[in-house]
Each structure stands twice: as structure tokens, then as C-alpha cells.
């Protein structure tokens, strides 16, 4: 019988390779929430009988996620009875997503951006494992 070759894994090398592989996730992630742009559409009537502009009955129909790398993340609104604005104590305002409904399109922009959160885990590990075994001087 042959006898097996065993393969060992540095500790620290495992560890590393998990951080650059969750770390441009999670910067991904919050940069979607920073600087990614929610736009909704509307649907419904948006006058009244006397020809004011209302927005009692105007409805969300759809809603938009435009991410930092320039891909889109679409959800339609079209079945789900959603009012598109709401009454507050200072008049209108327009219905923005709470954090609980941004979520599923943050997650959606990570996953359709995914490409760039792994050509940085390459060059942060290539950049450990080059550093790990090239030591630099200046003399």
C-alpha cells in the first residue's frame, strides 16, 4: 500500500486567505449602501376630480437599485398594493426603502459586482503570499 502525503496549512496563511476573501465582501457591501441609488416608478392617478396633483392614490410599481459599478438591480412592485408617498408631519414625502427592504438588493448588487470582490481577494492574496516569501531592502 502507498502511503498518503499529507498537506499542512499554515494557520496564519488560513487565516489570511479568509480575511481577503470576506473583507472586499464587506467593503463591497457598505459601499453599495453608501453610494448605491434607490429609483422607484409610479403608477396610478396622480389628479384629483378638480385637476389638483394628489398623491393619495399614486402606487410603487417598481423599484430600482443602482449600484456603484454600474449594474442595475430591478424588483417589481406591479401585484403588492405599496403607496408610493406618505403623509408626514410636515407635509409629503417620498417613500425611500427601510433598511430591512434594502437589504435583498444590497446583497443582489454584491453578488451581481462579485467580479471585482474577487480580483481584489487575488491581489491581496497574491500580495500576502509574494510578500511572505520576498523580503524588501532599502540600502
Not at 66 to 87: A, C, K, S, V
Amino acid at each position: 500500500m502507498e502511503e498518503q502525503k499529507e498537506i499542512q496549512i499554515n494557520k496564519t496563511d488560513f487565516k489570511m486567505v479568509l480575511m481577503a476573501i470576506i473583507l472586499p465582501l464587506l467593503l463591497s457591501f457598505i459601499l453599495q449602501h453608501i453610494f448605491g441609488e434607490f429609483r422607484s416608478g409610479s403608477r396610478g392617478d396622480t389628479t384629483d376630480g378638480l385637476g389638483w396633483t394628489t398623491t393619495r392614490n399614486t402606487k410603487l410599481s417598481s423599484r430600482t437599485f443602482h449600484t456603484i459599478f454600474g449594474n442595475q438591480i430591478y424588483r417589481n412592485y406591479e401585484d403588492e398594493n405599496i403607496t408610493l408617498y406618505r403623509h408626514c408631519r410636515y407635509g409629503i414625502a417620498h417613500t425611500s426603502p427601510s433598511y430591512i427592504d434594502r437589504i435583498p438588493f444590497y446583497l443582489k448588487a454584491i453578488y451581481a459586482d462579485i467580479l471585482y470582490s474577487i480580483v481584489m481577494s487575488l491581489v491581496l492574496i497574491a500580495g500576502y503570499f509574494f510578500r511572505k516569501k520576498y523580503r524588501f531592502k532599502l540600502k
